[in-house]
């Protein structure tokens, strides 16, 4: 049962260009969407969200992009660093998962960015 | 930076032993969960926790498994008769609101044999 997918296992980008990473959700009753940050042995780390009502938002050099219709979410990164070499991994939540809202994760895409 | 904790950062236990996770969440933060990933697979849901109760438990969250906040600082996993397939690493996270981003801990990696 994937109701959140990232297809691309893995992305490699040159330093200085951007990285566009993807994610497709079925669940329709999904309306709230990040992007995590995972280091090997720690954590992830949040890295930006998004509302349903809204179809982009932007942090630094962190932009989130909302396609309702489409299902479809994605992340840009611009410029990609070599210290954003990481996996990074979509999640979602939605209503129906009681008021704590637990996030329902993608498999995670691996992101190396080449100096 | 508030950050949530989690102890030990590694647990090697025997089949059928129990185990208990520690975490301390984010001191104003009043949702709190807990969550594996078992290797090379995703970080799946187990427990969610908020009022002094669970909130949200996925089937992964049998009988086995128990929560607890003890103290109001701390936030506890306990598996009761450890198996085999219960080896992953265990992530607790915390959040301000329901609808918001979660915090994660640095893990614990629970390994049985």
């Known amino acids: 049962d994937q109701q959140v997918k990232q297809n691309s296992p893995s992305l490699s980008v040159q330093e200085g260009r951007i990285s566009i990473l993807n994610c497709d959700y079925t669940n329709s009753m999904f309306d709230y969407f990040l992007w995590y940050k995972k280091y090997p042995a720690e954590g992830p780390t949040f890295l930006i969200s998004i509302s349903s009502i809204k179809d982009k938002n932007e942090d630094g050099r962190f932009t989130v992009f909302l396609n309702k219709s489409a299902k479809h979410l994605s992340l840009h990164i611009v410029p990609s660093q070599p210290g954003d070499s990481a996996v990074y991994f979509c999640?979602?939540?939605?209503?129906?998962?009681?008021?704590?809202?637990?996030?329902?994760f993608g498999s995670g895409t691996q992101l190396t960015v080449l100096p | 930076e508030p950050e949530v904790t989690q102890t030990p950062s590694h647990q090697v236990t025997q089949m059928g032993q129990e185990v208990i996770l520690r975490c301390v969440p984010i001191?104003?933060?009043?949702?709190f969960y807990w969550y594996r990933q078992i290797l090379g697979q995703k970080v799946e849901f187990l427990v969610s926790f908020y009022n002094n109760e669970i909130s949200e438990k996925s089937e992964i969250f049998d009988d086995q498994f128990s929560v607890e906040r003890p103290d109001g600082s701390n936030f506890t996993l306990k598996i009761r008769s450890t198996k085999l397939e219960d080896s992953a690493m265990y992530f607790c996270?915390?959040?301000?609101?329901?609808?918001?981003?979660?915090?994660f801990g640095q893990g614990t990696r629970l390994t049985v044999v």
């Open positions: 996270a915390s959040s301000a609101r329901g609808v918001s981003e979660a915090f």
């Open positions: 001191s104003n933060h009043l949702y």
């Open positions: 999640a979602a939540s939605g209503r129906g998962s009681g008021s704590a809202r637990q996030l329902t």
